[in-house]
C-alpha cells in the first residue's frame, strides 16, 4: 500500500488532520491501535477554543457542534469566599464552547467514511521504519497479516504513550516535564449544572472545578493526593467535599446524582522539542502534555494540525519547503504559550503540599488583584478562548 502521509493514532489529532488533508486532496491513512469503541471510550476535558471550532466549521464537520455546543460568554475562578467573573466574550469578543471531546472525536469518526478518509483501527504490533529518508513506511498486522504501508512522511499523533516520539534520537531533542503533586478526581453524572459558566475555584482544602456537558450533564473536579485511590471516594464524599471547596453560594445550586464516571488522573506539563525530525512530524499529545487546567489539550492538538496540514498541503500542492521546515517552530511557539497558561492557573488554583502561609496569601493577592484589574482579566480571557493561529 502507498499513500502520501501516513497518521499514527486516530484520536482528535489524528482525525482532524486526516479531514484536513483530505478536505485538500492530500493522500493519507490512518492507522490506529485501539478499536473505535475504546477511542471512544475514553472521557477528556470539554472546553473548545474559537480556533477549534473555526477548524471543525471549515470542514462542514460542526452541525451537532452547533446544535448541541453551549456558548460560554465567561468563565468564573473562586476563591473560597467569592466568585471573580472572568467575562471572556466581553474581554475579546469570543466565545468557547462546552462540547465533549469525545463528541467531536465521535464526529470526526462518522464524517470519515463519506470523506474517502480511511482509518485501520485494531492494527498490532505498529512500527516506524525509514524516517531518516524520503520513503518511510509504517508496518503493522491486522487481522493475522503483516501489513506495510509507504508513504511521503508520518505523522505522529499517537499520543503520549505512543511510538512516534520515541523513533526520535534522544541525540536530535530534548525534553521539559514538570510532573505536579497530585491528581484531579473527577465524577461525570445526568444532573443539571449548578452553574451556567465554568467555576475554578481555590479553597484552603484545595482545588475544585464546576464544568458541565450540557444542561442535563455535570461534570466536576477536585484536587487529591496521587495516593487516593478512586474506590476510596464514595460518590457521597465526592459531592461534599465539592460543596465545600465550591462555598456555600455554589454549592445550595449543586445536584447530586450517582457518578456515571469516576477517575484519577495525573497531572503533567511535557514538552519534547521538536516537532519534526526528517520525515516524522509529530502532534497533539504524542508531543506536548498539559495540565487540564484551562482545557488545553484538545486545542493545542487541534492547533497543531492547523500548522502541520498547512505546511503538508503547501508541499503537495504547491512544492514548498518552507511550511514544513518551520512547522516544529511554529507549533512550538503556541505549544509554549499554553503551557505557560495551563501551569499558571494550575499553580494559582492549587495546594501543594510544600506551600504555607506566604504562598497561600500570594494567591489570594493574585486572586485579589484579578478580580480588581480589567488588564488581568484580559489577559486570562485572551489565553482561555485561545491565542490566534
Ligand atoms: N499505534 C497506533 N495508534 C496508537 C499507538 C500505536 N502504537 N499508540 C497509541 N495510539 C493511538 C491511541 O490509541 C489513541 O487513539 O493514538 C491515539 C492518540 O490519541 P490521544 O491520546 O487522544 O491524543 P491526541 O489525538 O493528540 O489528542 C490530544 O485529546 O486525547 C486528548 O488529552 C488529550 O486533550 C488531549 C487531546
Ligand atoms: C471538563 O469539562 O472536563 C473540563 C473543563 C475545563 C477544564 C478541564 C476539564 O479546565
Known sequence: MKTQVVIIGAGPAGLLLGHLLRAEGVDCIIVERASADYVLGRIRAG???????????????????????????????????????????GLTG?????YGQTEVTRDLMDAAPGRALEVIYEAEDVAIHAIDSDAPFVSFSKDGSERRIDARFIAGCDGYHGPSRRSIPASAAREFERVYPFGWLGILADVPPCHDELIYANHTRGFALASMRSMARSRYYIDVPLTDRVEEWSDERLWDELAIRLGPEV????????????????????????????SLFLAGDAAHIVPPTGAKGLNLAASDVAYLSAALIGYFQRGENDGIAGYSATALARVWKSERFSWSLTNLMHRFPDDGPFERRMQLAELDYIASSRAAQTAIAENYVGLPL
Open 251 to 278: 454549592a445550595a445550586h449543586i445536584t447530586r446524582g450517582p457518578a456515571i464516571e469516576k477517575s484519577i488522573a495525573p497531572l503533567r506539563s511535557y514538552v519534547f522539542e521538536p516537532m519534526h525530525h526528517r
Open 47 to 89: 472546553v473548545l477554543e474559537r480556533t477549534t471550532t473555526d477548524l471543525l466549521e471549515r470542514l462542514g464537520i460542526d452541525e451537532r457542534l452547533r446544535s448541541e455546543g453551549l456558548l460560554e460568554d465567561g468563565f468564573c475562578l473562586a476563591d473560597g469566599e467569592r466568585l471573580i467573573r472572568i467575562d471572556t466574550f
Open 94 to 98: 469570543k466565545h468557547v464552547t462546552v
